[in-house]
């Protein structure tokens, strides 16, 4: 089983939808948590952490289920430019574990 | 202020050919990390180090590759003999965060080999 597991997508949704993406986790012991987003051919950016009790930046909104192991990141009103792939992304030890990416295209 | 930046943007070899992968971290940020971006696998770390010390090569896939740090602001990744396996996105990526949590990706390496 991967360590962090995603949805590949792609997600297809109008401009002004809302989407979510949601990841599972399999080590119960990982401490934080965080959604990177990767434009086409471009490097992986921080997006936002992702704390227990949940948390908003903008549109966006990320959640953490402890329980179940998993993340989910809610993106509210969707632009043309959220369009990429968004990578959910595991602390272990001293390093980051990342699943392989969700892709999101938004279309007008 | 620079980012991390690597070299070369793109990279076309013959298998079996020596390859040096190069990276400049961000001024001051004392962790640097090598991932390999494939679309089966997503990113991988391949070694990261912590004041140029290398902490965890669990990663490298085996001998063929290696890693260096001779000081806080130049690494290499090296893959001695090449393989057309080995074509994928070479990313070097840096941080000052002690939890090694917030990283700062170079734009990659684009590595084909024939």
């Known amino acids: 089983r991967k360590e962090v597991e995603q949805d590949p997508g792609p997600f297809n949704v109008p401009e002004g939808a809302t989407v979510a993406f949601n990841c599972t986790y399999s080590?119960?012991?990982?401490?934080?948590f965080f959604w990177y987003r990767q434009d086409c051919r471009k490097e992986p950016k921080l997006l936002m952490s992702v704390y227990s009790s949940g948390n908003e930046d903008g549109r966006f909104t990320a959640q953490l289920n402890r329980a179940s192991q998993y993340i989910s990141l809610l993106i509210r009103d969707s632009k043309l430019s959220d369009s990429a792939t968004y990578l959910c992304?595991?602390?272990?030890?001293?390093?980051?574990?990342f699943g392989t990416g969700t892709r999101l295209l938004v279309s007008p | 202020d620079a980012g991390v930046i690597q070299s070369p943007r793109h990279e076309v070899t013959e298998m079996g050919q020596e390859v040096t992968l190069r990276c400049k971290p961000i001024s001051g940020h004392n962790s640097l990390f090598w991932y390999r971006q494939t679309m089966m696998r997503g990113l991988e770390l391949l070694i990261y180090f912590n004041n140029n010390v290398p902490i965890d090569d669990s990663g490298m896939p085996e001998d063929r590759f290696s890693a260096k740090m001779p000081n806080a602001s130049f690494s290499t990744l090296k893959i001695q003999p090449s393989e057309p396996r080995d074509s994928a996105v070479y990313f070097c990526?840096?941080?000052?965060?002690?939890?090694?949590?917030?990283?700062?990706f170079g734009s990659g390496t684009q590595l084909s080999v024939l």
């Open positions: 990526a840096s941080t000052w965060d002690r939890t090694n949590e917030k990283l700062f």
């Open positions: 992304v595991v602390a272990g030890f001293q390093k980051l574990v």
């Open positions: 080590n119960s012991a990982s401490q934080s």
